[in-house]
C-alpha cells in the first residue's frame, strides 16, 4: 500500500507561480507511474501530468510549455512545478499512483486570482 501527501498549494497571483510536492510512503513508489490531476467543483477530474517510473512525462495540452513534472525516486517525491499560473489553473490538485490512479492523496488546492 502507499500513501500520498500533496503539499506546496496556495494563492497566486496571475502569471505567478507554484511548486507542489507530492510525498510518498510505500516501497514500490518509485516503480510506478505517477498523476498529477486536478479538480474545481461540478467537473470531473482531468489528468495535468504524468510522469513514469523512468521519468518519461507526459501533459494536458493546455499546461505543456508551463507545468513541469518531475520525480525524485531516491526521496519517494513527485514535484509539479508550476510556471505562468491563470485563472482556469484554480483548483484542486491530486497525486496519484497511475491513471486514474489506485492509491490518491487528499488534495491540495491552487487558487490563481488577482
Known amino acids: 500500500q502507499v500513501q500520498l501527501v500533496e503539499s506546496g498549494g496556495g494563492v497566486v497571483q496571475p502569471g505567478g507561480t507554484l511548486r507542489l510536492s507530492c510525498a510518498a510512503s510505500?516501497?514500490?513508489?518509485?516503480?510506478?507511474?505517477v498523476a498529477w490531476s486536478r479538480q474545481v467543483p461540478g467537473k470531473e477530474r482531468e489528468l495535468v501530468a504524468i510522469i513514469s517510473s523512468e521519468g518519461h512525462t507526459n501533459y494536458l495540452g493546455s499546461v505543456r510549455g508551463r507545468f513541469t513534472v518531475s520525480r525524485d525516486n531516491a526521496k519517494d517525491m513527485v514535484y509539479l512545478q508550476m510556471n505562468s499560473l491563470n485563472s482556469e489553473d484554480t483548483a484542486v490538485y491530486f497525486c496519484?499512483?497511475?491513471?486514474?490512479?489506485?492509491?490518491w492523496g487528499q488534495g491540495t488546492q491552487v487558487t490563481v486570482s488577482s
Open positions: 510505500g516501497s514500490t513508489f518509485r516503480f510506478t507511474p
Open positions: 496519484s499512483v497511475g491513471w486514474p490512479g489506485v492509491y
